[in-house]
């Protein structure tokens, strides 16, 4: 595990020329700081805006969660854990922080109710987005409630329709729940008139959730029990993607075993190559504009699904920039 005296990781937090330590003095750049906390702990020269080609936002919004909490503390959970993985992609032959990748500061929302909070978030997020231009913007959440202020922006900007790509236990097609539209379980009954819709992994629901999918056909449900034989369930996934896509990926999709720290997990859920196969072909043959990854809520002493989730949020990152990674260019 490399850490901040691995001197074959240059740009990875150790002082050099143009950090702050070092400008302030060329003796405190000779000391072994931390890693800065930004994703991967890349130093401002491999982070900065400028010339990233991603960008991550974090947002640590959490009101609405029904059962386990802590979803707030996912990002800071998510960004501490990437500092400790390896830079270097094997699948990919290839370290994907060459391209560039910005962490910027988490965005406080207001805590006068969720409705007011989603709005707010909405016109964040299209600042952010607008701001970011084509760079590939992933939003780490929160609970699974900010997702969809932030698919109707992507919505808003793009002339031709998006399909959100949902990867989570649970549809979240409910139009009210527990009082709110804005509840983490009416996620993507928010977006419904705005984009297609198609969701992996799916094995927890309620009648009206099945009876939205059977009656709408701008929806695909694949359940997760027929996820286990084969793989055609891809074949039937990539068929209904159109091709713009916006990836919104709760962590409650995985099987509890591998990440049971989230608010409401259900046994049976996604293992980890399968779904890097699906997600490898779903990068290389779509245009992924843009992700989300929400619903970690970090479990005190247990630290292997932070680090699992910091490291899908690294190979989406891959994935995105294969082309460019492969190429040498
Ligand atoms: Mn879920």
Redesign the pocket.
Do not use: F, R, S
């Given at each position: 595990m490399p850490n901040r005296r691995s001197a074959i990781t240059p740009g990875r937090g150790i002082p050099g020329r143009g950090h702050p330590a070092a400008e302030i003095s060329g003796r405190l750049g000779e000391l072994s700081w931390e890693l800065p906390h930004t994703f991967l702990g890349l130093d401002e020269g491999a982070s900065e805006f400028e010339s990233a080609s991603a960008v991550l936002l974090p947002v640590p919004y959490e009101a609405t969660t029904s059962y386990g909490g802590g979803a707030q503390a996912g990002p800071a959970a998510i960004i501490d854990a990437s500092r400790y993985i390896e830079l270097y992609d094997r699948e990919l032959d290839a370290d994907a922080t060459t391209v560039g990748i910005h962490t910027l500061p988490a965005l406080e929302l207001t805590r006068d109710g969720a409705e007011k909070a989603m709005a707010e978030l909405e016109s964040s997020y299209r600042t952010v987005a607008e701001v970011c231009g084509d760079r590939f913007l992933m939003m780490l959440g929160g609970e699974?409630s900010v997702s969809a202020p932030a698919i109707r922006a992507q919505a808003a900007r793009r002339s031709e329709r998006i399909t959100v790509l949902q990867f989570?236990?649970?549809a979240?097609l409910r139009d009210v729940f527990e009082g709110s539209h804005w509840s983490?379980?009416c996620a993507m009954a928010r977006v419904l008139d705005v984009v297609d819709l198609v969701s992996v992994g799916i094995r927890?629901v309620c009648e009206e959730e099945v009876e939205v999918w059977r009656r709408n056909d701008a929806v695909t449900l694949i359940w997760a029990d027929d996820m286990w034989e084969d793989d055609e369930w891809m074949d039937r996934a990539m068929e209904a993607l159109g091709d713009t896509v916006y990836i919104t990926f709760?962590?409650?999709?995985f099987d509890p075993s591998l990440v049971p720290s989230?608010?409401?997990p259900?046994p049976g859920g996604g293992d980890w190559y399968r779904t890097l196969r699906f997600l490898r072909r779903v990068f290389t043959e779509k245009n992924v504009i843009a992700c989300d990854i929400?619903?970690l809520a970090p479990t005190p002493g247990l630290h292997a699904p932070d680090f699992l989730v910091a490291k899908l949020a690294y190979k989406l990152i891959g994935y995105r920039f294969e082309d460019r990674l492969t190429d040498g260019g």
């Open positions: 699974h989570d236990a649970h979240d983490h379980a927890a709760d962590v409650d999709y989230t608010g409401t259900e929400v619903e």
